[in-house]
């Protein structure tokens, strides 16, 4: 049985390599260095777009000017040897600047440098809060990320229904808004059937804006009945997702018994060697992201 280290030896040249003990403090947050990496980024990462928003603040951006702006340049700086030091780690450079990551680590230091040439360019450096989705890497909760697969998974695998019962509703909405302008009338405040739909389309979603009201007792009437719709035709879409999710879930769960039982092998939470990403299925073999074969290790039960 091959052990971690004997594999990470096979997938990287030089085990002793800095290069590799860099890959593994920036992209691996399964270790107690990666980890401490990641959270002191985090932290890096809050601070920074705390001193952008303090900077928009007149009174305090007057105050602080100077404080707030060797603060943003100590981060953008911070922020460029961190995105030189991934390029430089990664086999398939392309992959990762061109990755969701990548993309995302090069758009939190441009905007600094962009003020040089472009004034007002700084509040372009918000864009770093987006960085926080590594979060869920750094507390091992890279699940939340397989849940929002999970979400979407169970989104197409509904959406036929989905569709149906959006197109029930525009019908239903289309007939109630008529109905209502029939009943209510200009006077009232229905002034078209487009804006009868309109007010149907709040009452039966229960916002009521409040802007058009039913005044005749007819129209109160039909308004109740909506209303009460509203509520029942609410649960309907919750419904079908989440019996979707349900078996999603019990049909991954099968499948990854399966997967146990015949391969004795998992894929550990550990960063791709292309682009960076972690948190992949338990029967995954290529990174879902950029097809990069991942390195599976044996277990036994």
Not at 83 to 101: D, E, G, P, Q, W
Request: include cysteine; hydrophobic fraction near 50%; aromatic fraction near 12%.
């Amino acid at each position: 049985m091959l052990s971690l280290s004997d594999l990470r030896s096979e997938n990287r040249p030089d085990a002793d390599n800095w290069k590799d003990k860099v890959y593994q403090i920036i992209f691996e947050a399964d270790t107690p260095a990666g980890k401490f990496f990641d959270i002191c980024l985090i932290f890096c990462i809050l601070a920074s777009v705390t001193v952008v928003m303090l900077c928009s603040v007149n009174s305090i951006n007057a105050e602080y000017h100077t404080i707030l702006w060797s603060l943003e340049w100590f981060f953008t700086l911070l922020f460029t040897v961190e995105y030189i030091l991934r390029m430089i780690c990664v086999r398939n450079k392309m992959k990762y600047a061109t990755s969701f990551f990548g993309i995302i680590d090069l758009l939190a230091v441009i905007p600094t440098y962009l003020t040089i040439f472009l004034p007002g360019g700084q509040y372009l450096m918000v864009i770093r809060i987006l960085r926080l989705l590594r979060i869920f890497r750094v507390l091992k909760l890279v699940q939340y990320l397989q849940e929002v697969d999970l979400l979407m998974r169970a989104m197409k695998d509904s959406s036929r229904k989905i569709i149906v019962f959006f197109f029930a509703v525009i019908n239903l909405v289309i007939l109630l808004g008529s109905v209502m302008y029939v009943i209510e009338g200009d006077g009232n405040g229905f002034t078209s059937i487009p804006t009868s739909i309109y007010w149907a389309i709040i009452t039966l979603t229960t916002v009521g804006y409040g802007d058009i009201v039913p005044i005749t007792p007819m129209g109160k009437a039909v308004a109740s009945i909506i209303m009460i719709l509203g509520y029942s035709i609410i649960a309907l879409p919750t419904g079908i997702v989440t019996h979707s999710i349900i078996k999603i879930t019990e049909d991954d769960k099968e499948k990854e018994i399966e997967v146990r039982e015949e391969t004795h092998e998992v894929v550990l939470n550990i960063g791709c060697p292309e682009c960076g990403f972690a948190g992949h299925d338990i029967d995954a073999r290529y990174c879902k992201f950029c097809g990069t074969e991942l390195k599976p290790i044996n277990f036994e039960d």
